[in-house]
């Protein structure tokens, strides 16, 4: 960890709240990373890194200088991230249609704004596929799909992985397998069948 | 020919494997595990990392200050902590020696009658508003003594309601010669007076938990509730006591 890094911690750790802000102006954008990962939506990324960085600031006190503060801030960012899921999961009527605020007038139909650079069709192709991968990935466990993103998304090694989630790497390395075979396998009826 | 399974091939495609040149080699001449190689090479690609929107730091930042609380240095650790624990487990060894002379010294002296009458020590049973009562306060201080920090609103205007209606049980439980559920109602009394006048500070907060802690009031309120909730018959901590205090 770096004099600057540790120098913030020091001043947080006197009372000066602001100096935490240089280990957010620092972290906060990998730790969001991240969390976009494991959520899926910016706005439960978000939620989890900040969730994250309120946790961290309060164990302050008791974290041990000697590690870096980057990776402990991601271990923390990926257990409430893994940990909203699994709320967001429970909650089945975080996934049912939302109700409008104002009603639609009548005779209006709700259209799919084309950018100027794409053409409906392909807009549509786009939201089609997007739609297809998020079917795929709601099909993973928690576990799995941070392994696989932070695995094949973020490149991050086995061995950081299997540490932030606490299990063995075995554990962590298996997660992924299983992870992209079921991904092959939602996939495969658009393939023409599973081999 | 021995064909990989498709988990071999995974960790192929990720480079996870350690006979990456055998299973590439193999690839060149089975077709078979080459489609299902194939297949998940397009899996990967069709998975690749999607780009990840730039968060707004400075809103995400405002939001976080809010919720900030001001940092205390940690108590300062020399040498002393080194004996910390070896002097708690003597501290503890010794309150084990006492309550033992203690409880001898009980089982032989006269009984009691001014404790075991209505009070938690007793198997009497008492009004079931005071039972809801005691339940209330259990809940309050409980949540209490597990919280940092000041305490909020809510918390301050339920010490307040408590604080009223306990005056009234403490008065009802000594005009009906409760002297033993009266007095714990009097310590109940006095720590929610704390609790209510308490200024908005952590140390404060925290040396009252220490009290509470200390006067195990808690538990005086669990047996008493106990006794309040179950009336008929004598549970083993109440036959326990009972059989004590003779």
Redesign the interface.
């Known amino acids: 960890m770096d004099k600057a890094e540790t120098e913030a911690i020091r001043k ?4 000066d ?2 100096a ?2 240089v280990l ?2 620092r972290h ?2 990998s730790v ?2 991240v969390a ?2 494991i959520t899926g939506n ?1 706005a439960d ?2 939620e989890a ?2 969730e994250a ?2 946790r961290a ?2 164990k ?3 974290f041990r200088q000697d590690s870096a503060f980057s990776t402990w801030i991601t271990r923390i960012a990926m257990n409430t991230a893994i940990n909203l899921v699994e709320r967001r999961n429970r909650d089945l009527s975080y996934h049912a249609p939302r109700i409008a605020d104002e009603p639609s007038p009548d005779g209006i139909t709700v259209t799919v704004a084309a950018t100027s650079k794409q053409s409906p069709e392909s807009v549509l192709l786009d939201s089609e596929a997007a739609s297809l ?1 998020r079917a ?2 709601d099909t993973l466990t928690p576990m799995e799909r941070t392994a ?1 993103t932070l ?4 490149d991050l090694p ?1 061995a950081e992985i299997a540490a932030a989630l606490n299990v063995p790497a075995n554990s962590a ?1 298996q997660a ?2 299983r992870a ?2 079921k ?2 396998r939602s ?2 009826p658009l ?1 023409g069948g599973v ?1 | 020919m021995r064909h990989f399974t ?2 071999e091939l ?2 192929y ?2 480079h ?1 494997t350690a006979d990456e040149q055998a299973i590439h080699r193999h690839l060149e001449s089975c077709s078979e595990c080459a ?2 190689s194939d ?2 090479a ?3 690609r ?5 780009p ?4 707004d ?1 400075d809103r ?2 405002q ?3 809010g ?8 108590s300062r650790r020399g040498w002393t902590h080194i004996l910390a624990w070896p002097a708690a487990g003597l501290a503890t060894a010794a309150l084990v020696v006492l309550a033992f002379i203690g409880i001898h010294a009980h089982i032989s002296a006269k009984p009691n009658f001014a404790v075991n009458g209505h009070g938690p020590l007793t198997t009497q049973p008492v009004d079931p508003a005071i039972a809801k009562h005691i339940d209330a306060a259990e809940r309050l201080l409980t949540e209490v003594n597990n919280t940092q920090g000041p305490l909020d609103n809510v918390t301050r205007d339920q010490t307040r309601a408590l604080l009223l209606t306990n005056a009234v049980y403490v008065r009802q439980a000594r005009s009906s010669g409760d002297l033993a559920e009266a007095s714990v109602l009097e310590n109940l009394g006095r720590v929610l007076t704390t609790l209510d006048n308490e200024p908005p500070t952590h140390e404060s907060a925290w040396r009252l938990r220490i009290e509470m802690n200390t006067n195990g009031l808690l538990f005086d309120l669990r047996v008493l509730r106990q006794n309040d909730t179950q009336p008929q018959h004598p549970g083993p901590t109440q036959a326990l006591t009972q059989g004590l205090t003779q």
Not at chain 1, 12 to 15: E, I, N, R
Not at chain 2, 52 to 55: D, F, G
């Open positions: 947080v750790l006197t009372g709240r602001d935490y802000r957010m102006d906060f954008c969001y990373r976009f990962r910016e990324a978000e890194a900040q960085f309120l600031y309060n302050l006190p008791s991968r795929a990935m696989f695995r094949h998304m973020e086995i390395k992924v397998f992209v075979g991904l092959r996939l495969a393939a081999q | 498709e988990e995974i960790a495609q990720l996870e489609a299902l297949s998940i397009e899996t990967l069709v998975f690749s990392a999607d990840v929107p730039e968060p730091l995400n930042w939001r976080l200050r919720n900030l609380s001001v940092l205390t240095p940690e």
